[in-house]
């Protein structure tokens, strides 16, 4: 994946090239969204905290993900923002807004293997045997960072 450019018309927009194997792997790894039940973090370690703004904080972060989830869907279903050129390969356009969305569900992911992978440090990772189900989250894991790095790199 690469920054190809930024929208003449709409310079908020950015153009990304993609082989079509990139391509496949967004649209995979996109479709393990959400990763993991949601979990929030209670506001206060002691558990002193109005009951309230716990809920508030829990309809807000529910709300948030339900708007990501409605917005992959259109993403995933015929997405006129993935074109074919005349190449073989494929052009992404996101806005920025976009960009900030797919960021995201990818770092929702991301976290969510590592989570799955018991949270491991980069080194206890590396020495460690992997099942079959283990080396699937840290493949996706691994994909995610590196579409992540990509758009980040792009919003400079």
Request: glycine share 6%; charged share 30%.
């Given at each position: 994946?690469?920054?190809?450019?930024?929208?003449?018309?709409?310079?908020?927009?950015?153009?990304?090239?993609?082989?079509?194997?990139?391509?496949?792997?967004?649209?995979?790894?996109?479709?393990?969204?959400?990763?993991?039940?949601?979990?929030?973090?209670?506001?206060?370690?002691?558990?002193?905290?109005?009951?309230?703004?716990?809920?508030?904080?829990?309809?807000?972060?529910?709300?948030?993900?339900?708007?990501?989830?409605?917005?992959?869907?259109?993403?995933?279903?015929?997405?006129?923002?993935?074109?074919?050129?005349?190449?073989?390969?494929?052009?992404?356009?996101?806005?920025?807004?976009?960009?900030?969305?797919?960021?995201?569900?990818?770092?929702?992911?991301?976290?969510?293997?590592?989570i799955r992978l018991g949270r491991p440090d980069t080194d206890d990772l590396a020495k460690r045997e992997l099942n079959a189900a283990d080396l699937r989250a840290r493949t996706t894991m691994?994909?995610?960072?590196?579409?992540?790095?990509?758009?980040?790199?792009?919003?400079?």
């Amino acid at each position: 994946m690469r920054l190809l450019g930024v929208d003449k018309v709409f310079p908020e927009t950015r153009v990304f090239g993609l082989s079509k194997q990139e391509r496949d792997c967004l649209l995979a790894i996109v479709e393990y969204y959400p990763f993991l039940e949601l979990y929030i973090q209670p506001l206060s370690k002691t558990g002193a905290v109005n009951s309230e703004n716990q809920r508030l904080l829990e309809e807000s972060m529910t709300e948030q993900r339900h708007a990501r989830l409605r917005k992959l869907y259109e993403f995933l279903r015929g997405n006129p923002r993935i074109e074919r050129d005349e190449s073989g390969s494929f052009r992404l356009t996101l806005k920025a807004e976009e960009v900030e969305w797919l960021l995201q569900v990818l770092n929702e992911i991301r976290v969510g293997c590592w989570i799955r992978l018991g949270r491991p440090d980069t080194d206890d990772l590396a020495k460690r045997e992997l099942n079959a189900a283990d080396l699937r989250a840290r493949t996706t894991m691994d994909l995610c960072g590196y579409f992540q790095v990509e758009l980040m790199e792009a919003s400079k």
